[in-house]
């Protein structure tokens, strides 16, 4: 089998940790299934080759497409610009591709520029009552999904409108865009699929600076999260190795 490219964004060691742990696990991935570049400590090789992988994850980070260039953190930057950089012919060829919260802006982006922004429907650290589409219910990634299910969430952008030819397949109340489609095989998600309750944990104590809450509610969003049963997320992790791989 071809493997898997898992790309991370996340400059915390004990994030990218925790994160990259959480992909194995819910998406039920070997050693020998995947590779993991950390870009934030590589930039992605020159001679990347798309067809030497079954499909590309991007997984989470701090960083937000919408934020003025001027402000961004110079390592934040040249990974967006990297990942960005892959979207053309990732669309163009409809590699199978999973971006999963930061992926969402940026698949957004590269679809509808100017259509991810702060304006309206970020949302703070915790769980959501996430709905299928119409279009979900028929969607083979979210084969195995009920119609309602709850996810993790913690975003400070979001897309806005539905961006030019993308499919809209799960939606919240808060962030009605929680999931999209761009041809057959390019997808994102704004909840987390790889996350539960106690990965989640993890990064609260390591982002309560970073903006997403108050730090003084670290331990009630904790204590929030430990009631939380977070099952059905994973399952389109497990859906993308077992339908994409090569």
């Known amino acids: 089998m071809k493997p898997f490219l898992i790309l991370q964004l996340r400059p915390e060691d004990d994030a990218a940790d925790n994160e990259f742990a959480a992909f194995m696990d819910k998406g039920g991935f070997e050693p ?3 590779v993991r570049l950390r870009l934030d400590q590589t930039s992605l090789p020159d001679d990347l080759n798309l067809d030497d992988y079954s499909g590309v994850i991007v997984g989470g980070g701090p960083g937000c497409v919408s934020d003025p260039v001027a402000t961004k953190d110079p390592v934040e930057k040249r990974i967006e610009d990297e990942i960005l950089a892959l979207m053309p012919e990732i669309c163009a060829r409809d590699v199978p591709f999973l971006g999963c919260c930061y992926g969402m802006g940026v698949l957004g982006h590269h679809l509808s520029p100017g259509v991810v922004s702060k304006d309206r429907f970020g949302e703070p650290v915790g769980a959501v009552d996430c709905a299928l589409t119409d279009e979900g219910r028929a969607d083979p990634l979210l084969d195995g999904v009920p119609d309602d299910f709850r996810a993790l969430v913690g975003h400070k952008e979001a897309v806005q409108a539905l961006p030019d030819d993308a499919v809209h397949l799960v939606c919240s109340e808060p962030a009605p865009f929680q999931m999209l489609r761009f041809g057959q095989n390019v997808y994102a998600t704004q909840f987390h699929p790889e996350a539960d309750a106690e990965g ?3 990064r609260i104590n390591i982002y309560k ?3 997403y809450f108050p730090p003084e509610q670290a331990e009630h969003l904790i204590a ?3 009631k939380e049963d977070i099952r059905f997320p994973e399952v389109i992790l497990r859906n993308f190795k077992a339908i994409y791989a090569r």
């Open 32 to 34: 020998d299934d995947v």
């Open 209 to 211: 600076y970073k903006g």
């Open 224 to 226: 929030n999260l430990r």
């Open 200 to 202: 989640f944990e993890t």
